[in-house]
């Protein structure tokens, strides 16, 4: 049973270094947020996101359907709890790509078997360039997630490992590693059953 949290801003290219991953890491569950904010192009309803209305985001955390939940740029985004319980269970490794205010939330609730890492672009500039280049965004948009990308990287001592993401093979390898060490976390209730294997052995 073991959790990795990717944070960092829009950009910083968590979405590609997964993907680079995924044949590298194992059994594994992505994690799929659920936002109030509208579909990009090319995005599907449970492929890149569960796309719900303000009100039914609002009425699932009253029912405490959440994992964490958060507001960015005036959109909710949240995990939903029964998926996440589901893949642990099964024993794969659960990767979560969410933001600061969320990462504490699962902190709080699940530490013992969380690993986090936060991955950035190399300097502010690059992440703007980065962010024009890829033509998804509108100006304004892309100003406030500059500005909201300065507020984040104020939380990185918060998190256990930090991908500098100025080389996208090397960032990869870098994220495979927190992976595996991940899986090494153990949660108490699988200590107390290795300490009691090994007293009745």
């Known amino acids: 049973m073991s959790i990795v ?13 997964i993907n680079k991953a995924s044949e590298h890491i194992g059994s594994f569950y992505f994690s799929i947020s659920t936002t109030t904010r509208l579909p990009r192009a090319g ?30 740029h005036d959109n909710y985004y949240g995990t939903s709890l029964k998926p996440v319980l589901n893949a642990l269970n099964e024993g794969k490794l659960v990767i979560f790509d969410i ?10 609730k699940l530490s013992k078997i969380t690993t986090s890492v936060f991955i950035t672009p ?33 939380s990185i001592k918060e998190y256990d490992y930090i991908i500098i993401n100025d080389d996208i093979d090397r ?28 007293e009745k052995s």
């Open 43 to 72: 995005e599907m309803n449970g492929r890149e996101y569960f796309f719900v209305t303000k009100e039914e985001f609002e009425a699932d955390i009253k029912e405490g359907n959440f994992l964490e939940y958060a507001k960015v």
């Open 99 to 108: 933001d600061v205010q969320g990462h504490k939330l699962v902190q709080e």
């Open 5 to 17: 949290v990717i944070s960092g801003p829009s950009g910083a290219g968590k979405s590609t270094i």
């Open 122 to 154: 190399p300097s502010l500039s690059e992440l703007e360039n980065r962010l024009k280049n890829r033509s998804l965004d509108n100006e304004e948009t892309i100003m406030r997630r500059l500005e909201n990308a300065k507020k984040e990287i104020k």
């Open 171 to 198: 960032a990869t390898d870098e994220f495979i590693s927190v992976c595996n060490v991940a899986k090494l976390k153990l949660s108490d209730e699988s200590i107390d059953k290795i300490i009691f294997s090994w």
